[in-house]
Nanobody, 122 residues
Framework: QVQLVESGGGLVQTGGSLRLSCAAS????????MGWFRQAPGKEREFVAARSWSGGGTSYIDSVKGRFTISGDGVKVDLQMDSLRPEDTAVYYC?????????????????WGQGTQVTVSS
């Protein structure tokens, strides 16, 4: 069982930055593809970014391209969020799936964190 713990959420003004981190208790992320998802009030959970365990591939939803960067070192996975907008406000979840294939659908991930709140004020 992999337990994921997110940190780094908070309140920021439009145009500001936040850095989210995700760590797995008791293990590394070796051989796991990592993803970040978010869920805003009244909306479905949506894919944000993913990184293959080998670091050879990344994927982003169009609305965050050029603003968000996913990175990892095998121990934790970070999501650097710059130029934040009010529409980025959501609970952000870290997720992990076995293997090296990128995935953008939540059903393909095996483990989930509890989420961390990101609020962007206008």
């Amino acid at each position: 069982q992999v337990q994921l713990v997110e940190s780094g959420g908070g309140l920021v003004q439009t145009g500001g930055s936040l850095r989210l981190s995700c760590a797995a208790s008791g293990r590394t992320f070796s051989h796991y593809t990592m993803g970040w998802f978010r869920q805003a009030p009244g909306k479905e959970r949506e894919f944000v970014a993913a990184r293959s365990w080998s670091g050879g591939g990344t994927s982003y939803i169009d609305s965050v391209k050029g603003r968000f960067t996913i990175s990892g070192d095998g121990v934790k996975v970070d999501l650097q969020m710059d130029s934040l907008r009010p529409e980025d406000t959501a609970v952000y979840y870290c997720a992990a799936r076995r293997g090296d294939a990128l995935a953008v659908t939540s059903g393909r991930y095996d483990y989930w964190g509890q989420g961390t709140q990101v609020t962007v004020s206008s």
